[in-house]
């Protein structure tokens, strides 16, 4: 659990140090933290899920449990930081009419699917609470990213340097929530909660995944990624793809054998986990 918050908040300490620069990157410092914040809600959202599922398995249930309820505290800092302002990050209120009233759809949403699964992590399992988590994750996920991509327009034209980064950047953050999207929909597949969905949704999710990485490893003008910035970039994609490969396999199995699949869960967590720390590690470079 420590090293996935290790991630999280090393990522924001690059933005911290951003902020200390001088008055003229202030709106660069501010559109980077914005940026960043949305897709760190977007990981947390997913991996919420992901441990409310390993708790119902058994898998790790203490730091599970322990990491719905860190998660679900983060997400709602982060939340009030995006609306509200943050003096730490040197972050103002947002005063954008629709980036809030998206703010204010997840709001809605979060509340039920954050009370369905802290009741899940204490261990208090109730088919309304799972409905709760399989209809809302999804819902929560669709509108942060509705709100990504709208901040990523309104406030691109602030930033004195990486303009062109923009998308970059979320394309990687966004990685590092596939890895935990993987691992929630292999889990519920194992369980047999809506598994002919999941499997689907887990199809989906393994390409995306695969599609990404690719476009990251040699650029992609037609998605907005740009090439690899530094032989540092280059060594952790490699890292990311030659992780994936060993990953792959260990995800059919609950394409093709799912009623197996929830004997190979402890084994999938480290490899998604993996694969997290490796797309945080290349937001870094980015944000560098």
């Known amino acids: 659990m420590r090293r996935r918050f290790f991630h999280i908040w090393s990522v924001m300490l690059v933005l911290c140090a951003q902020v200390g620069h001088a008055d003229v990157l202030t709106d660069q410092a501010e559109t980077l933290t914005r940026i960043n914040l949305v897709g760190q809600q977007r990981l947390l959202a997913v991996e919420i899920s992901m441990s409310a599922c390993m708790v119902m398995t058994g898998v790790d249930v203490e730091a599970n449990a322990a990491l719905v309820k860190t998660s679900a505290d983060m997400f709602e800092r982060f939340s009030v930081a995006l609306q509200a302002g943050d003096p730490d990050l040197a972050l103002p209120p947002e005063t954008h009419p629709e980036i809030l009233a998206n703010y204010t759809a997840v709001d809605h949403s979060w509340r039920t699917f954050s009370a369905a699964s802290r009741q899940i992590a204490w261990g208090d399992i109730q088919s309304v609470t799972v409905r709760q988590v ?155």
């Open 134 to 288: 399989l209809a809302l994750g999804p819902v929560i996920v669709r509108d942060i990213q509705t709100a990504a991509e709208l901040v990523e327009t309104v406030y691109r034209e602030k930033l004195v340097t990486k303009k062109e980064m923009t998308r970059t950047i979320d394309i990687a953050a966004r990685q590092g929530m596939l890895a935990m999207l993987l691992g929630q929909q292999f889990c519920f597949a194992a369980l047999d909660i809506n598994r002919a969905a999941m499997q689907d949704d887990l199809r989906t999710t393994m390409e995306l995944f695969a599609v990404s990485m690719d476009a990251m490893a040699s650029g992609d003008y037609d998605m907005g990624i740009i090439d690899p910035p530094s032989l540092a970039a280059l060594g952790t994609l490699q890292d990311m793809n030659d992780l994936w490969e060993n990953a792959v396999p260990v995800l059919d199995i609950a394409l093709a054998d799912p009623d197996n699949a929830r004997d190979v869960l402890q084994d999938l967590e480290p490899i998604t986990l993996s694969l997290l720390d490796l797309s945080q590690k290349m937001l870094k470079i980015y944000l560098n």
